[in-house]
């Protein structure tokens, strides 16, 4: 690599945690406390990830924890950050977008970053161990219309909100699957949107089935409680077992349509409503966001609602040696599983015993995950609300008509091939929005591990540059 | 909101009230030629979002309009011509005061008719 344009170079860590989400805030200052000297990456300005994302600094927020579960929990990891960070035991390193890992010698690893969201820079951080806390991104079904301006996902319409105190409408339907729907909706409700309803493809009643695991984790339930009581105090109907089947509009949302769904969410004719909104947020639970493990073939497993995760052990490291996973990665379960995860995996990589109290807890809410996945796992009847000229791909612009073709005519029976044949998934966000979809209209069932080479774009000048040897 | 005598003081919820922002001064893109207001700290997307707008961008295929979706980096669907550089991601860039900001048509390119 020349040393004229290659990119700026860190090292000595022992320790490069990807990710400023719960899960990496908690296993970077617990491995600081541990005396590891740690570098913590993150692709935005900002700590928190996802879940704490909280407004920027110049909005002059003065009650951030009004938008938050458990804000105190972030606070206090973010004290103990700050501590570490002037004492040099950890390094922030915001604005990183990691893009490859690599593992060159048995020093250690390269992590490889663009710099800012316009990525024209580069930079290499070398550490002993990596651990890897990306969290997960949002897993969409497509129906007709869900390409219109003003639908956008539950997880955005939140996210644009904690950071920018903006809406996307005045009147918004949430609708999908799972826990973010009660989460997104109190939030909207709070901040001044009317949410006429939340649509729930399944009708909770997974959740039943173990009282056993519900009952060891009251302070999730407590959370479930309380986003309900702000829906009830705003008059919000909770609709289950429906879906929203169309969005109307033609330079924007202005209705969606609602129809019940069968068990298996195959739409039941007759039963659709129109609703007027001038925006819909959408999702259907979350997907671990996992391709840098995965691109160097760390083993993965299913989670009950057909995602697909990274593989761990106990002590939360995968398949490949000297990286470990925490939070989201390793199935999707909540800011405080992922909490313990990360101070679980902080333990691991310092030689430490693991506490007895945190496996305990670990083990509990990693129950109430499996337990939420299988509640809200997408029926095999949701391509029952597609059209032919529905999109499923939102960057290449492909319908339903050219997939169901590849597949029936040109005889693809796997994601990949259709792939290959109709550009689905070959498109800026490489997937990321159609993939599921694909995956099950290829008639292949379950997705597989995404293999993306580079988990972000990355401009080829860059690459040209000098790329990791591989 | 519409019904005043149910909460007579209440002032109107709104993202800032609830979360008691006192931001900086605002300051102003440029959409289109039109000029947009925006906080500081907010990026391109949420000043357009804050102003009613939805859409910024048309597709290559189809020529429909897309604006913001995912609202963290993974969709692609907010890109934009900003300051002349095209295919930006207005959810992730901040608004910077005269930051200007162009709709930008198919692949971001048509200037160079490519
Ligand atoms: S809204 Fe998805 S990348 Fe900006």
């Known amino acids: ?470 | 909101m519409e019904n005043a005598r149910m909460n007579p003081p209440m002032r109107r919820r709104t993202p800032a009230a609830l979360v008691g922002a006192e931001p900086g001064p605002a300051h102003t893109i440029d959409f289109d030629g039109r000029p947009v207001p925006a906080l500081p700290g907010q990026s391109i997307a949420a000043a357009l979002w804050a102003d009613g707008v939805l859409a910024w961008r048309t597709t290559r295929v189809g020529g429909r309009p897309r604006g913001a979706f995912c609202g963290i980096g993974a969709c692609f669907d907010c890109l934009a011509v900003v300051d002349g550089r095209p295919n930006q991601r207005t959810c992730l860039v901040p608004a910077e005061p005269g930051t200007v900001v162009t709709t930008q048509e198919g692949n971001g390119r048509a200037d160079l008719a490519v």
């Not at chain 1, 938008?67 to 950890?90: E, K, M, P």
Request: aromatic letters at 4%; charged letters at 20%; proline letters at 7%.
């Open chain 1, 1 to 470: 690599m020349s040393a004229a344009s290659g990119p700026a170079e860190r090292g000595g860590y022992d320790l490069a945690v990807i990710g400023a989400g719960p899960a990496g805030l908690a296993a970077a200052v617990a491995a600081a406390d541990l005396g590891l000297r740690c570098a913590l990456l993150d692709a935005g300005p900002r700590t928190g990830g996802q879940y704490y994302r909280h407004p920027a600094p110049g909005l002059g927020a003065t009650r951030p924890d009004r938008l938050h579960h458990g804000w105190s929990v972030y606070t206090g990891l973010a004290d103990r950050l700050a501590a570490h960070r002037r004492t040099g035991r950890v390094d922030l390193l915001g604005g990183h977008q990691v893009w490859a890992l690599e593992r060159p010698a048995d020093t250690g690893w390269a992590v490889h970053a663009t710099l800012g969201p316009a990525a024209d820079e580069r930079a290499t951080v070398r550490a002993a161990a990596v651990l890897l806390a990306t969290g997960a991104y949002e897993r969409q079904l497509p129906f007709p219309g869900w390409t219109l301006p003003g639908v956008v996902t539950a997880g955005g319409a939140q996210a644009m909100l904690k950071a920018g105190l903006v809406l996307p409408g005045r009147r918004i339907v949430v609708a999908g699957s799972g826990p973010l729907l009660l989460a997104a909706a109190s939030s909207l409700v709070t901040a001044g949107a009317e949410v006429p309803e939340v649509v729930e493809a399944t009708g909770y009643l997974g959740y039943a089935r173990r009282p056993d695991v519900l009952a060891a984790v009251p302070a999730k339930l407590v959370e479930g409680a309380g986003h309900g009581a702000a829906l009830l105090r705003h008059g919000v109907r909770l609709r289950r077992r429906s879906a929203v089947v169309e969005a109307h509009g033609t330079d924007r949302v202005t209705a969606v349509t609602v129809a019940r769904l069968d068990a298996d969410w195959r739409p039941v004719p007759g039963t659709e409503r129109r609703i007027a909104c001038d925006a819909l947020a959408v999702g259907h639970g979350l997907l671990p966001q996992i391709e840098l493990a995965t691109e160097l073939g760390a083993a993965t497993r299913t989670t009950p609602d057909g995602a697909v995760a990274l593989a761990v052990d106990a002590r939360l490291r995968t398949t490949l040696p000297g990286l470990w996973a925490a939070g989201e990665t390793c199935g999707v379960g909540g800011a405080d599983l992922a909490i313990a995860e990360g101070e679980l995996a902080a333990h691991a990589v310092a030689g430490a015993p693991a506490p007895t109290a945190l496996l305990r807890r670990r083990a509990r809410l990693r129950a109430f995950a499996e337990l939420m996945a299988a509640a809200h796992r997408p029926g095999p009847g949701w391509t029952g609300w597609l059209r032919p000229d529905t999109d499923v791909c939102r960057c290449e612009e492909v319908p339903v008509a050219r997939i169901t073709e590849a597949v029936e005519e040109l005889g693809a029976g796997d994601a990949r091939t259709v792939k290959l044949l109709t550009r689905a998934g070959m498109g800026w966000c490489q997937g990321r929005m159609c993939g599921p979809a694909v995956a099950c209209l290829s008639g292949a069932g379950e997705s597989r591990a995404d293999s993306r080479p580079l988990s972000c774009p990355v401009p080829l000048s860059q690459l040209a540059a000098g790329p990791p040897a591989s």
